[in-house]
């Protein structure tokens, strides 16, 4: 059931599996992917805002080397709105972590929104930016 870690809560208390079981695991995974590898961990030994806060320093950071104005501001704020995501998808008490539906509604709302800005701005494909980069 995974490296004590990362294991979800219910299942380390009461040895249960609940419905939210994937949604943990989702969260767990877009932690990893917004902050590295070792990210998970270290989302427990700080607050939500300190985490988010480091999240986006971190790829603020990034993002200032190949994109300015409107188009840096959207992609911090996708990189936010998936922060916020994934903590919501680890809370410890199952029944506070969103549903796949208000979770796949927010990404086409960020989906939506930054389509919608002229790709000026950017000086290459942000896709191709490596995203882990720490030791």
């Known amino acids: 059931m995974g490296h004590l870690g990362t294991s979800h809560p219910e299942y380390i208390d009461k040895c249960e599996i609940s419905g939210m079981f994937d949604i943990f695991s989702l969260g767990v995974v877009i932690i990893k992917i917004v902050s590295g590898p070792r990210g998970y961990p270290k989302c427990l030994d700080m607050s939500s805002d300190e985490f988010n806060d480091q999240v986006q320093r971190d790829w603020r950071n990034r993002l200032e080397a190949t994109c300015t104005g409107t188009l840096l501001e959207a992609y911090c704020h996708q990189v936010e709105t998936c922060a916020q995501i994934a903590l919501n998808c ?14 796949t509604e927010k990404l086409n709302e960020l989906e939506f929104d930054t389509g919608k800005l002229p790709k000026k701005g950017c000086h290459r494909i942000i896709s191709r930016m490596i995203v882990h980069n720490r030791p």
């Open 90 to 103: 680890v809370e410890t008490d199952s029944q506070k972590r969103p549903d796949i539906m208000k979770i």
